[in-house]
């Protein structure tokens, strides 16, 4: 979707200033929504792209105002009051009110490894992949109001593909549920001035992965 979260290329927020000896956490609590986030995960009541969906709709000031731990908190939230496992008013008390949902799962040590461990996304190609390694492809320049891992920087630009990866479930597909719709996954690298224009470092080289819905022959 386009909204302010998609920043890569814009200008006007400074430099990104590397903290030394940067700390796991900088609060408890952000520990605490780690684990948590881990947790609410083995429900399997929503997937990752859902969880980025729901971070990507907060509102600006929102968005731009809060820490990174503070975005994910948000979304928990608002996922599982949604999704019914806990009550506003909780919300509201701080503490559980009535019986928690009967999910059918109960968190243990021995899934600790099992919720640190991301999944695979691969899939079956429903399909012969479009594009080979060399080809010249362009970025459509679409404006999606729902999620999309498309970004705004590399629309309507042209670039070569440099990988295949093997067909993986398609974002933009589950999140308005329609199911994993499994698509081609690319590796595609631009040119600096392609994408920002002659004033571009020319040697920079920028490479994204993109899904073969994003792309047409260039």
Do not use: C
């Amino acid at each position: 979707m386009d909204g302010v979260h998609d920043m890569g290329g814009m200008d006007g927020f400074g430099k990104v200033e590397p903290e030394p000896n940067e700390p796991v956490f900088h609060h408890r609590w952000e520990g605490r929504v780690l684990a948590m986030s881990r947790a609410i995960s083995l429900f399997r009541a929503w997937t990752i792209d859902t969880s980025r969906y729901v971070v990507e709709m907060l509102s600006p000031p929102v968005y731009l105002t809060a820490s990174y731990y503070e975005r994910w908190f948000q979304r928990n939230l608002r996922l599982l009051t949604e999704r019914g496992l806990i009550d506003a008013d909780e919300v509201e008390a701080g503490r559980a009110l009535r019986p928690g949902k009967n999910v059918n799962r109960r968190f243990t040590l021995a899934d600790v490894d099992t919720v640190t461990r991301r999944g695979s996304y691969g899939r079956p190609a429903p399909a012969p992949a479009r594009f080979e390694i060399g080809d010249r492809v362009r970025a459509k320049n679409i404006h999606p109001t729902t999620h999309t891992r498309l970004p705004r920087y590399a629309r309507g630009h042209v670039g070569v593909v440099e990988r295949r990866h093997g067909a993986h479930v398609f974002p933009d597909s589950v999140t308005t549920g329609k199911g994993e719709d499994p698509q081609w996954l690319y590796t595609v690298r631009f040119d600096a001035r392609e994408l920002w224009g002659a004033d571009a470092d020319p040697k920079l080289k920028v490479s994204i992965e993109a899904f073969e819905p994003y792309l047409e022959h260039a």
